[in-house]
Protein backbone atom coordinates (compact mmCIF):
# COMPACT_ATOMS: atom_id res chain seq x y z
CA UNK A 1 0.00 0.00 0.00
CA UNK A 2 0.90 3.05 -1.01
CA UNK A 3 0.56 6.89 0.00
CA UNK A 4 -2.42 7.34 -1.83
CA UNK A 5 -3.79 3.62 -0.33
CA UNK A 6 -3.11 5.56 2.91
CA UNK A 7 -4.95 8.74 2.68
CA UNK A 8 -8.49 6.68 0.87
CA UNK A 9 -8.25 4.32 4.08
CA UNK A 10 -7.60 7.66 6.06
CA UNK A 11 -10.74 9.26 3.70
CA UNK A 12 -12.80 6.34 3.89
CA UNK A 13 -12.75 5.94 7.53
CA UNK A 14 -13.34 9.31 8.50
CA UNK A 15 -16.72 9.02 6.05
CA UNK A 16 -17.93 5.92 7.29
CA UNK A 17 -17.27 6.66 10.80
CA UNK A 18 -18.82 10.31 10.71
CA UNK A 19 -21.75 8.13 8.49
CA UNK A 20 -22.14 5.41 12.01
CA UNK A 21 -22.40 8.79 14.64
CA UNK A 22 -24.67 10.25 12.57
CA UNK A 23 -26.85 7.31 12.34
CA UNK A 24 -26.23 5.95 16.29
CA UNK A 25 -28.57 7.91 18.69
CA UNK A 26 -27.40 10.00 20.86
CA UNK A 27 -24.56 12.32 21.27
CA UNK A 28 -20.74 10.49 20.99
CA UNK A 29 -18.00 13.08 22.26
CA UNK A 30 -14.84 12.30 20.18
CA UNK A 31 -12.34 13.75 17.96
CA UNK A 32 -11.99 13.30 14.12
CA UNK A 33 -8.90 10.71 15.01
CA UNK A 34 -11.73 8.16 17.00
CA UNK A 35 -14.09 8.53 14.09
CA UNK A 36 -11.72 7.63 11.64
CA UNK A 37 -10.05 4.08 13.60
CA UNK A 38 -14.44 3.73 14.69
CA UNK A 39 -14.40 3.50 10.68
CA UNK A 40 -11.83 1.33 9.71
CA UNK A 41 -12.50 -0.81 12.72
CA UNK A 42 -16.07 -0.96 10.95
CA UNK A 43 -14.95 -1.67 7.78
CA UNK A 44 -12.16 -4.27 8.63
CA UNK A 45 -15.32 -6.00 10.87
CA UNK A 46 -17.53 -5.63 7.18
CA UNK A 47 -14.99 -7.28 5.29
CA UNK A 48 -14.79 -9.99 7.75
CA UNK A 49 -18.56 -10.80 7.45
CA UNK A 50 -18.71 -10.16 4.17
CA UNK A 51 -15.97 -12.79 3.70
CA UNK A 52 -18.27 -15.12 5.93
CA UNK A 53 -21.11 -14.39 3.95
CA UNK A 54 -19.89 -14.29 0.39
CA UNK A 55 -16.78 -16.11 0.43
CA UNK A 56 -14.03 -14.87 -2.39
CA UNK A 57 -13.92 -17.44 -4.84
CA UNK A 58 -10.02 -17.16 -4.46
CA UNK A 59 -10.15 -17.73 -1.15
CA UNK A 60 -8.50 -14.04 -0.60
CA UNK A 61 -9.76 -11.09 1.95
CA UNK A 62 -11.91 -8.58 0.10
CA UNK A 63 -12.62 -5.03 1.39
CA UNK A 64 -16.47 -4.86 2.50
CA UNK A 65 -18.56 -2.37 0.28
CA UNK A 66 -20.14 1.17 2.32
CA UNK A 67 -22.88 -1.01 3.21
CA UNK A 68 -21.05 -3.70 5.45
CA UNK A 69 -18.60 -1.27 6.24
CA UNK A 70 -20.92 1.08 7.95
CA UNK A 71 -23.13 -1.99 9.73
CA UNK A 72 -19.25 -2.78 10.91
CA UNK A 73 -18.97 0.88 12.39
CA UNK A 74 -22.12 1.10 13.95
CA UNK A 75 -21.04 -2.06 16.08
CA UNK A 76 -17.87 -0.89 16.43
CA UNK A 77 -19.05 2.50 18.06
CA UNK A 78 -22.00 0.67 20.18
CA UNK A 79 -18.98 -1.56 21.67
CA UNK A 80 -17.44 1.66 22.27
CA UNK A 81 -20.02 3.77 23.61
CA UNK A 82 -21.16 0.69 26.36
CA UNK A 83 -17.56 -0.85 27.52
CA UNK A 84 -14.84 2.25 26.80
CA UNK A 85 -16.39 5.26 27.30
Do not use: E, K
Not at 11 to 30: D, E, K, L, Y
Not at 40 to 67: C, D, E, M, T, Y
Amino acid sequence: MGIMGLVRLIVAGIVVGAVARWIMPGAQAMDIVRTCVIGVGGSLLGGFVSNLLWPSPHGQFHPAGWIMSIAGALVVLYGYMQYIH
